[in-house]
């Protein structure tokens, strides 16, 4: 074996755990449902969404990494891009369904939610606004790495 395939495995590995956790975060966060904490049931199931779809992708790119032809710094960049996409978004999800903040998405189907302070935006740029760059980085990462 090689530095580049204990690389890749150890990779793998990571990946495919972090995404099984995501599921467990998940599927625990569900029983939290009705829970007089949560003050915001619209981003509640916004936040088990997250974790759900976000573990499936997380545990589909844990078998690319075999085959990715990427450096090593651009596979380590690939794995963090990836972990700081698939957690911040229900992260932030999991903000506004606890503490019922505001925040600046169009959200008109969402009467109970208050207009955006600069805490929220903070929130948002900070959680929300990495989730999206991260993601399409890492996928682009991981589509090139494999047709390499």
């Known amino acids: 074996r090689t530095r580049m395939s204990d690389l890749r495995f150890s990779l793998r590995k990571w990946t495919l755990v972090l995404g099984l956790v995501h599921m467990l975060v998940a599927c625990l966060w569900g029983f939290l449902g ?3 904490a949560i003050l915001n049931t619209r981003a509640f199931a ?5 974790f759900a779809h976000n ?3 997380s545990i589909a790119a844990a078998f690319a990494f075999p085959f990715l032809e ?25 903000i506004v ?13 969402e009467p109970e939610m208050r ?6 935006q903070l929130v948002f740029v900070c959680l929300v606004g990495v989730c999206g ?7 682009l990462l991981l589509s ?4 390499r």
């Open 133 to 139: 760059p991260s993601i399409v980085l890492a996928l």
């Open 70 to 94: 990427l450096s090593p710094v651009l596979l380590t960049l690939t794995f963090v891009l990836l972990q700081l996409g698939t957690w911040s978004n229900p992260i932030a999800y999991c």
């Open 55 to 57: 573990a499936e992708l």
């Open 46 to 50: 916004g936040a088990h969404h997250q």
């Open 115 to 120: 207009e955006p302070d600069a805490n929220s």
């Open 97 to 109: 369904a606890l503490t019922n903040c505001a925040w600046p998405l169009p959200m008109s189907f």
């Open 144 to 147: 090139w790495g494999v047709v």
């Open 34 to 36: 009705g829970s007089p």
